[in-house]
């Protein structure tokens, strides 16, 4: 998970469950029937091989290995994906050394003195989930004046700024980091007023959203939706390539809406399809009872 501590919401069954949580209980789930499990090899190329006069899919790997199959599902998230940073020369080198992407673990924010840059939910969501954690105030800093946020956790910083607890400064940008080994303050520009800050800091946590493209999987001949989703037909959840599905945030399609408990649902229309489209016979749910 990227956000391990934070709490989802909108899972059938969990008025609320940590991140981690989610993903242990999916794995365990998903795991018991014996999957072969590959972990750390990436899927490079796709194509269509004759075995004994059947037609089927076959997969390599970077690691060497080739796969065959009746079908496959394409379940690929965003994809590949890298933050977004900051743009601030030399921002690289201050990273391992108090300069954040993620929130994995609160814990390392411990007593820390945190600087949160961002103006969408995950940047809200850390400046109220570390209150318990990170040495008050925490500086929320956002470029515009306006937040992208859900306005209840808008209110909710703004509330804990009147207590002292959030230091709200927007619209502002971050222009320098300072520090001998380890980030000890940055400066910041009030971009309204041209007004620089040095504001104490030894946590740099910057939430700016991520670069994420399909990698190989753009090269294997699939219709896109968009830049970054494969075109589905929402009611089998099948690409244009006979046999090839996809499910969860990789697969797009009008009105899509990108929850998890979305892709759970277009997981299961994928699968039941994959098996009836190989077994030739009429689409019906599998139950999972006994």
Known sequence: ??????????????????????????????????????????????????????ALLSISTGKGNTFLSRSLIITA??????????????????????????????????????????????????????????????ALVHRRDRFRALESSVNEAKQLESEGRVRIMTPCEVREIHGDGSIEAVTIEDVQQGVLHQVPCDALITLLGFHSHLGAIAEWDLELEGKRQIRVDPMTMETNLPGIFAAGDVAGYTGKITLITIGMGEAAIAANNAVAQVRGEKVQPKYSTD
């Open 77 to 138: 998230g965003h994809g590949a994906f890298e933050p977004r940073t900051l743009g601030v020369e030399g921002i690289e080198e201050w990273e391992g050394r108090g300069l954040h992407y993620f929130v994995r673990q609160k814990e390392v924010f411990q007593g820390r003195t945190c600087v949160i840059v961002g103006g969408g939910d995950s940047a809200l969501d850390w400046t109220l989930g570390l209150q318990d954690t990170a040495r008050p105030p925490i």
């Open 1 to 54: 998970a990227v956000y391990p501590e934070k709490h989802v919401y909108d899972v059938a069954g969990h008025p609320k469950i940590l991140a981690q949580k989610l993903v242990d209980l999916c794995a365990e789930q998903g795991l018991q029937y014996g999957a072969d499990v590959r972990l750390g090899e990436e899927v490079t190329t796709l194509s269509e091989v004759d075995a004994d006069g059947e």
